[in-house]
T-cell receptor, first 109, second 114 residues
Framework: GQQVMQIPQYQHVQEGEDFTTYCNSSTTLSNIQWYKQRPGGHPVFLIQLVKSGEVKKQKRLTFQFGEAKKNSSLHITATQTTDVGTYFCAGRGNTPLVFGKGTRLSVIA | EAGVAQSPRYKIIEKRQSVAFWCNPISGHATLYWYQQILGQGPKLLIQFQNNGVVDDSQLPKDRFSAERLKGVDSTLKIQPAKLEDSAVYLC????????????FGSGTQLSVL
């Protein structure tokens, strides 16, 4: 079945440094979503990418969808302590949404 | 707009006991999902409803798990009998359109099976 892999599993950064997490699917996706889960919280939707090569920005966050629609990335510029949490990608192909294992971001002030 | 409501927030049971979780989705959301999230992992879909019909339950352990969504609104997820490996957070989510848009998650039920 469809698998969604995310790397790295953990990332520790100093406040102000940049952060990137990568997502790869075993199959071509129709769309990909990104969610953020704060410690002790539930996943909260960030964005959905649909088109091949699509790039979307939300303030310090930049999301990309690969040309082949099998990979995606989330880049955070100049991290802040409020960015702490686990970032999940979730891909939709011929199956319902499949979540990756997430990247846990720690920000050291 | 009220969010997805779930109860209980926490539940502790012994193995082989039964447990039930309740979910009330956002008003007007036709699609409802139950996810299982084991510590340190991403949410895993157990079952997806479109109104009161099942769209996907391929990963639901049907020998012990059951779910229903009567009248296409509220839903319950039941585990009978529970095993130690069922310890996880059970998340309910809903979406407005036919499973294509963003998911709105509830706060989840944290289940501990002893």
């Amino acid at each position: 079945g469809q698998q969604v892999m995310q790397i790295p599993q953990y990332q520790h950064v100093q406040e102000g440094e940049d952060f990137t997490t990568y997502c790869n699917s075993s199959t071509t996706l129709s769309n990909i979503q990104w969610y953020k889960q704060r410690p002790g919280g539930h996943p909260v939707f960030l964005i959905q990418l649909v088109k091949s090569g699509e790039v979307k920005k939300q303030k310090r966050l930049t999301f990309q969808f690969g040309e082949a629609k099998k990979n995606s990335s989330l880049h955070i510029t100049a991290t802040q302590t409020t960015d702490v949490g686990t970032y999940f990608c979730a891909g939709r192909g011929n199956t319902p949404l499949v979540f990756g294992k997430g990247t846990r971001l720690s920000v050291i002030a | 707009e009220a969010g997805v409501a779930q109860s209980p927030r926490y539940k502790i049971i012994e193995k082989r006991q039964s447990v039930a979780f309740w979910c009330n989705p956002i008003s007007g959301h036709a699609t409802l999902y139950w996810y299982q999230q084991i510590l340190g992992q991403g949410p895993k879909l157990l079952i997806q409803f479109q109104n009161n019909g099942v769209v996907d339950d391929s990963q639901l352990p049907k020998d012990r798990f059951s779910a229903e969504r009567l009248k296409g609104v509220d839903s319950t997820l039941k585990i009978q009998p529970a095993k130690l490996e069922d310890s996880a957070v059970y998340l309910c989510a809903s979406s407005l359109d036919r499973g294509q848009g963003e998911l709105f998650f509830g706060s989840g039920t944290q289940l501990s099976v002893l």
